[in-house]
């Protein structure tokens, strides 16, 4: 299929067929640092749950590597994962809630240095405050890219400087949060005669300004935390 990608112009509006309630959050002492530094340097046998979005919509495209950041900021309340908000005007994910990073480049030479040099470019967070501890399971997306998150332990001691064209805001969202299913939504629905479905994590804190609001933290982001989940519990 090729021409126009169809949009989800609104993903709130689609229905919650299920949400995970049933499903343990991980223990709070597996998201320490030490304890995510030995998980992902000696990895269980692990199989994702979510590899991708669905079929591709171009199919005549090859598809393109890419990388993302998943920062873990060690503050001393606990590890807190780092978000962005995408521009509105954007004419890709426009107003949604991503991880840093992009498409690689040939001088990159790998995924982690895609998604630090995005990272960097993004939301100004210099590499020096950064310790990546291991990569997950690519991520393949309708759109033909093909996705590492890559993450990282994150010194607090960082300023932003956010690229204005791209980012809106950087928030901050507890792991553990994330890390519980109770907080998992399914959403289901059809586009183009094909059978789609999707996580959702809403998460209400502040915004830039101190003001609650409501972040829609949905598809490859909430689809990549859910398999940092599945990779978490494996045994």
Same mark, same amino acid.
């Given at each position: 299929?090729?021409?126009?990608?169809?949009?989800?112009?609104?993903?709130?509006?689609?229905?919650?067929?299920?949400?995970?309630?049933?499903?343990?959050?991980?223990?709070?002492?597996?998201?320490?640092?030490?304890?995510?530094?030995?998980?992902?340097?000696?990895?269980?046998?692990?199989?994702?749950?979510?590899?991708?979005?669905?079929?591709?919509?171009?199919?005549?495209?090859?598809?393109?590597?890419?990388?993302?950041?998943?920062?873990?900021?060690?503050?001393?309340?606990?590890?807190?994962?780092?978000?962005?908000?995408?521009?509105?005007?954007?004419?890709?994910?426009?107003?949604?809630?991503?991880?840093?990073?992009?498409?690689?480049?040939?001088?990159?030479?790998?995924?982690? /240095?895609?998604?630090? @040099?995005?990272?960097? *470019?993004?939301? %100004?967070?210099? +590499? =020096?405050?950064?310790?990546?501890?291991? &990569?997950?399971?690519?991520?393949?997306?309708?759109?033909?890219?093909?996705?590492?998150?890559?993450?990282?332990?994150?010194?607090?001691?960082?300023?932003?400087?956010?690229?204005?064209?791209?980012?809106?805001?950087?928030?901050?969202?507890?792991?553990?949060?994330?890390?519980?299913? /109770?907080?998992?939504? @399914?959403?289901?629905? *059809?586009?183009? %005669?094909?059978? +789609? =479905?999707?996580?959702?994590?809403?998460? &209400?804190?502040?915004?830039?300004?101190?003001?609650?609001?409501?972040?829609?933290?949905?598809?490859?982001?909430?689809?990549?935390?859910?398999?940092?989940?599945?990779?978490?519990?494996?045994?």
């Amino acid at each position: 299929m090729s021409g126009r990608i169809p949009r989800i112009t609104d993903p709130q509006a689609i229905p919650v067929v299920e949400v995970d309630t049933h499903l343990p959050p991980v223990p709070a002492d597996v998201l320490q640092p030490q304890a995510l530094r030995q998980r992902f340097g000696s990895p269980p046998p692990w199989t994702p749950e979510i590899t991708g979005d669905g079929q591709r919509f171009q199919l005549d495209r090859d598809p393109t590597a890419a990388a993302v950041l998943v920062p873990l900021v060690m503050r001393e309340d606990g590890l807190r994962v780092l978000l962005t908000r995408r521009t509105e005007h954007l004419r890709g994910h426009a107003g949604q809630i991503s991880f840093p990073g992009g498409r690689s480049e040939d001088h990159d030479g790998s995924p982690q /240095a895609t998604a630090l @040099r995005e990272t960097e *470019e993004e939301v %100004g967070l210099h +590499r =020096r405050h950064i310790e990546v501890i291991g &990569t997950l399971p690519v991520y393949s997306t309708v759109t033909s890219y093909v996705v590492t998150p890559v993450v990282a332990l994150v010194q607090p001691d960082f300023e932003l400087a956010l690229d204005s064209f791209e980012v809106a805001e950087a928030f901050e969202v507890p792991l553990q949060y994330l890390m519980t299913p /109770a907080h998992h939504r @399914r959403h289901a629905f *059809e586009m183009l %005669g094909q059978p +789609r =479905r999707f996580l959702s994590m809403p998460w &209400t804190g502040p915004d830039a300004y101190g003001q609650a609001r409501e972040y829609f933290i949905w598809g490859a982001t909430a689809a990549m935390l859910r398999n940092l989940y599945g990779f978490l519990c494996a045994r």
